[in-house]
């Protein structure tokens, strides 16, 4: 994925609004490659008649059920209120006029969702 290379360059210190930017959508990108690569992507659609949102894919992805995910650890990671609150963090840069973008939370959200990205990434 080019936004990866893109993502690392960018100073996170200098321009944490982009940075989050970037993060959310590297997260939602790499659950969406997942979905497609094991052939669940449609069904996800299929199920909300639209592109779902980042919530609806990440609790999808969190549900050993659906196939996407063979590892209960990982589908537990995605349903953990660090992931959750992650996802929040980042959905208040992206979508609230008055939040702001902090450096050290950022770190803490990218901590936070780099094993899951990683270990996606890696073609696990």
Known sequence: LKLTGELSKINHE???IAA???TRALFECVLIYKLQK?????????ADKREPG??????FCGNIN?????????CKTLQSHTTVQ???YLDAI??????????RMLESVANNLRQIMQHILNGQ
């Open 14 to 16: 200098r321009m944490p």
């Open 20 to 22: 989050s930017l970037l």
């Open 38 to 46: 094991m052939k669940r992507w449609g069904e996800l659609i299929k």
């Open 54 to 59: 980042l919530a609806a894919i990440i609790k």
């Open 66 to 74: 659906n196939g996407v995910f063979i590892e209960p650890n990982l």
């Open 86 to 88: 992650s996802k929040n």
């Open 94 to 103: 992206a979508h609230l006029k008055y939040q702001e973008a902090d450096p």
